[in-house]
């Protein structure tokens, strides 16, 4: 299974896409399918009106597995 992770840099959280399905950490309750759209949005660019917006594809970072738990053990 390829899981890629992400820094959500606009909301300051961490996001994953693990077969398929995107993931944000929530601290205290740990990873949690992301039913509100926040990694896909900005993987997308959607910005509520188009798609492909590059302002909304610049608040994401794609960072390696190392980073991601650096940042969430913070």
């Keep these: 299974m390829e899981v890629?992770?992400?820094?959500?840099?606009?909301?300051?959280c961490i996001g994953k896409?693990?077969?398929d399905i995107p993931?944000?950490?929530?601290?205290?309750e740990g990873w949690?399918?992301?039913n509100e759209n926040?990694?896909?949005?900005?993987l997308m660019g959607y910005d509520?009106?188009?798609?492909?917006?590059?302002?909304?594809m610049d608040n994401i970072d794609e960072i390696s597995?190392?980073?991601a738990l650096s940042l969430i053990l913070q």
């Design 17 to 19: 896409m693990a077969d």
């Design 48 to 56: 509520g009106e188009v798609i492909g917006s590059t302002a909304e």
């Design 32 to 34: 949690k399918v992301d």
């Design 65 to 67: 597995e190392d980073e």
């Design 23 to 28: 993931y944000v950490y929530a601290k205290g």
């Design 4 to 12: 890629q992770y992400y820094r959500i840099k606009d909301v300051g």
């Design 38 to 42: 926040i990694l896909m949005d900005r």
